[in-house]
């Protein structure tokens, strides 16, 4: 036995009882175990080895055609209380919703194996780490939930014989009937069910469910944050290293900017950047009275379609071995894989995300994509080739600036500064994106989604701020400086103004400066902004002083008319809106005129 924990052993009993598996498995982390699974899984088809030469121990799986990406119409917070999940979430009671899966569980694994998952989420060690455990009748979901956590029995020692802190996950494919698919999230219950999926997103079930939806409940109520945010370091030529964590909503660049490879400029003064996490961060204040982050992750669970050598090199040689890739193409000449915007040489001989061998070109000369837009690669964080040296820290990180940003055409500026804490906790909350194919729905229509966190709060969003509020009171002087970024403003013709990638380094300079009180800033009705001259833009091709102060510009017209949307959002909060946030939002409609 893997454990001596009570809790632990009556729970997984308990599962066993209502799902009836014929067999039990408990993973406890070794590689032969491993091993063993991955060539069950390609001897039953559910997945198979790519080319071992050219991308060793790397994996392909297919999904269903109906189940591609995560769902939030399906995806449910059950507090006791409806205002408790708040307006953001979709709601029932944890008595009607037992109702309606306990059923759908029973006997849902007779004739297959039910496999025991323990995990950490965080580094093995930290005070910062918390532990789960999936019940899962899929090896895809054991195999990357090994990449994407710290598995087996290390997290049942982290645990611990006594302890009952831990995130019960209970995952069944079923029929994959996406009528009666359902994520479901019981934050009073610290548990997790999910039922009709098997994609990532849905059934990984330390992701998004644990790491941000149960734990952004955990925090609050121990005083901690848990939240939608890459982070990285950036090293200077002395070798001191700043960690800045950054908010994006899904598909803005966020794994880019978390594998940043510094412009020559800076790269020949021997700046370097390095990546501790590219989507989640745990954040909490360390004895020095500082914001101190992990990433509770142990992999990337990233976007393919449009990683290549130039949008994020780092990103593509992380994937090159032990990574499952889901729903991309396949070269079938080389048993290799392929996704839109790798090249611009789609395979002649592939086989497209759902199954049919095709003519690649042909295939989408006629509009079609070989790989799905939300296909995926679930890679090792160690193979990541600007991987942080204290990326096991069980410290974590000391953070300098949190940065807010997201897709806007026009209104954001390049970035911006605000006022203080509670300023830059009402920036977070008005964050703005147009939509992408990450999440399922309408693409380009423009959706309020603050801190990046809308799909992810475990409880009611009115509260969430509240909650950064309160740390923003505890943090005092020491709190990190909040800023917002948009990479994504355009011109008349719709080109995007400013080049993006590793330039953004540019602007995180200046945004390091600010918080190290060397660089100015210049008052507007939204907060502090760089001169223009404060950019550094040595290098770059069409770029002037004049782009810059283009891109700096705040037209007071489009804020007025997002003023007007932000009230349309605050509203549906009713009294649960901190007043702060109320007072903050008349305070800005004054500096506006």
Request: glycine share 10%.
């Amino acid at each position: 036995m893997l454990t001596n924990n009570k809790n632990v052993l009556a729970w997984v009993d308990e599962m066993v009882a209502l799902c009836k598996p014929a067999k039990v498995v408990w993973l406890d982390g070794s590689e032969e175990q491993l091993q063993a699974l991955r060539e069950e899984a390609v001897s039953t088809g559910e997945m198979m080895w790519l080319n071992q030469e050219k991308l060793p121990g790397c994996m392909y799986h297919r999904t269903a055609v109906n189940d591609v990406a995560r769902v939030e119409d399906r995806t449910f917070i059950c507090s006791t209380k409806q205002e408790d999940a708040g307006p953001t979430n979709n709601w029932k009671s944890p008595q009607e919703m037992h109702g309606i899966l306990t059923p759908m569980y029973y006997g849902v694994m007779e004739g297959k194996t039910m496999y025991v998952i323990p995990y950490s989420m965080g580094p093995i060690g930290s005070k910062m780490s918390k532990v789960g455990i999936e019940v899962t009748d899929s090896i895809y979901v054991v195999l990357n939930m090994d990449i994407m956590t710290r598995i087996g029995k290390r997290a049942l020692d982290q645990l611990g014989d006594e302890s009952n802190d831990f995130v019960r996950g209970l995952h069944a494919k079923a029929d994959l009937d996406d009528k009666k698919r359902y994520i479901v999230h019981f934050p009073e219950e610290n548990s997790i069910c999910s039922i009709n999926s098997g994609y990532g997103g849905n059934v990984l079930l330390g992701k998004k469910c644990f790491a941000l939806r149960i734990a952004s409940y955990q925090g609050k109520n121990e005083g901690w944050m848990a939240e939608h945010m890459l982070i990285l370091g950036i090293e200077n030529p002395q070798g001191e290293t700043k960690y800045i964590c950054a908010a994006f909503p899904s598909a803005c660049g966020k794994t880019n900017l978390a594998m940043l490879i510094p412009p020559e400029i800076y790269k020949k003064q021997g700046y370097k950047v390095w990546t501790v996490g590219d989507d989640i961060a745990w954040l909490r204040q360390g004895e020095d009275g500082r914001l101190w982050a992990i990433n509770p992750e142990n992999g990337f669970f990233g976007v393919a379609p449009g990683t290549n050598e130039k949008s994020n090199p780092n990103a593509l040689h992380t994937t090159m071995k032990g990574t499952i890739f889901t729903n991309v193409a396949i070269n079938n000449d080389t048993n290799t894989v392929w996704w839109e915007g790798l090249d611009k040489n789609p395979p002649v001989n592939a086989t497209e995300w759902k199954g049919a061998k095709v003519n690649g070109p042909e295939y989408v000369a006629a509009g079609n994509k070989l790989a799905h837009p939300n296909s995926r690669f679930t890679a090792p964080a160690k193979n990541c080739p600007c991987v942080s040296p204290e990326f096991d820290n069980p410290q974590g990180v000391p953070i300098s600036a949190i940065v807010f940003g997201g897709r806007r055409a026009k209104t954001a500026p390049l970035v911006y500064q605000s006022f203080d804490w509670n300023h830059g906790t009402f920036v977070g909350s008005i964050m703005a994106s147009e939509t992408t194919a990450a999440a399922a729905g309408a693409v380009g229509v423009v959706r309020r989604d603050p801190m990046a966190m809308l799909p992810f709060c475990g409880y009611n969003m009115g509260d969430y701020w509240q909650h950064w509020l309160d740390m923003g009171a505890k943090l005092g002087d020491k709190a990190p400086k909040i800023f917002n970024v948009n990479w994504f403003r355009t011109d008349d013709e719709g080109h995007f103004i400013w080049p993006g990638f590793g330039d953004n380094m540019r602007v995180l300079m200046w945004i390091l400066a600010r918080c190290e009180g060397k660089a100015d800033a210049v008052e507007t009705a939204i907060g502090y902004e760089p001169k223009p001259e404060d950019i550094n833009i040595e290098g770059l091709k069409d770029v002037t002083i004049d782009t810059i102060k283009g891109l700096l510009d705040v037209d007071a017209d489009l804020w007025k008319a997002d003023v007007a949307s932000i009230e349309e959002f605050y509203a549906k909060f009713g009294s649960k809106l901190p007043a702060e946030m109320k007072h903050q939002l008349e305070a800005l409609k004054a500096r506006l005129g």
